[in-house]
């Protein structure tokens, strides 16, 4: 988001707490194809296809971050560039609890897939988005549609990563990370794509590398003022035999200890900007 929170009123503040941005990244033509990186991550192997999913007609391709009085460029003729989804969370106890009310600041308009901020009573910023999620979306509609295309393309031989971004508190991990033991339909997007991944390869033939990755910014953060240190990248990792369960295992295994940090909007927070979910099909 273009704001910075220094410019915000605390209602804007507390909403920058509740949005969050994933962005795809990955390497075929699909839904939220987005970004070919395609070129360079194609697979040479002979048993892997070598050419790109056609492009589905049907699927729109925008660009984030375009102010509303910025030229809006549709460039769905631009296979390599990176789709950018936009997930507001639903208010949590301790925003119901302040009776934070972010309706003045924040309006979602997923029928244009736009967001706007509202500076004050005249002035606003608009932001479009590959695609708009409301505090009502499910996780498997978040899924479906920024992250199984990138899953597709995976199957199709190219590697794809889907990365969640945004400010402590505002969803990464949920909508990544969760893993559903209580309830299955909170499943988040690392165990959706494995369970299609692993539904549609070979068992007998195929092998699947995984990475796993947390950035955060070190230094000081502006809420505990302690610094926190970075993150070693988590190095891609394989499993045999390629089934769910052995694929999480293995993922957390293989994870670097996160560092945990309570903050004032986040009380399990991990503190970190950024996570990286990759595949890749061997
Ligand atoms: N879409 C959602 N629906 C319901 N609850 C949500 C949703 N997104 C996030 N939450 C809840 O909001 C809180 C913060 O979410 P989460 O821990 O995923 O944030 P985060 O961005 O990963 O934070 P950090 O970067 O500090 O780890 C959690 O209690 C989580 O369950």
Not at 2 to 19: C, F, I, K, M, N
Not at 81 to 90: D, G, H, K, W
Not at 141 to 163: D, F, H, I
Not at 187 to 194: E, S, Y
Request: net charge positive; aromatic share 6%.
């Amino acid at each position: 988001m273009a704001t910075t929170s220094s410019g915000l009123r605390p209602a804007q503040r507390a909403e920058r707490q509740r949005v969050s941005q994933q962005g795809l990244i990955h390497g075929g033509n699909s839904l939220t194809r987005s970004l070919n990186n395609g070129q360079n991550s194609l697979r040479s192997s002979d048993t892997k296809p070598l050419h790109f999913p056609p492009a589905p007609t049907s699927r729109r391709s925008v660009t984030p971050n375009s102010r509303s009085n910025s030229r809006d460029f549709d460039d769905d003729n631009d296979p390599g560039r990176v789709r950018v989804a936009v997930r507001l969370r639903p208010r949590n106890a301790e925003d119901l609890l302040s009776d934070a009310d972010f309706a003045d600041c924040v309006e979602l308009q997923p029928e244009l897939k736009r967001l706007k901020l509202r500076k004050n009573n005249w002035s606003s910023e608009s932001y479009k988005f590959d695609e708009v999620f409301t505090g009502t979306a499910s996780q498997k509609r978040v899924y479906e549609v920024v992250a199984k295309p990138v899953v597709e393309s995976v199957l199709s031989g190219y590697n794809g990563t889907v990365m969640a971004y945004g400010q402590t508190g505002t969803g990464k991990t949920f909508t990544l990370g969760r893993l559903g033991k209580d309830d299955a339909s909170e499943r988040g997007i690392m165990v959706r794509a494995l369970e299609d991944i692993v539904a549609n390869i070979s068992l007998a033939s195929d092998t699947v590398e995984i990475s796993y990755l947390q950035a955060h910014l070190p230094g000081p953060k502006k809420e505990t003022k302690e610094p926190i240190p970075a993150d070693p990248p988590t190095p891609p990792f394989t499993c045999w035999p390629p089934h769910v369960p052995s694929l999480l295992t293995c993922s957390t295994c293989s994870a670097a200890p996160m560092p945990l940090a309570p903050a004032k909007r986040n009380t399990h927070a991990s503190r970190n900007e950024d996570k990286f979910f990759s595949f890749f099909r061997l």
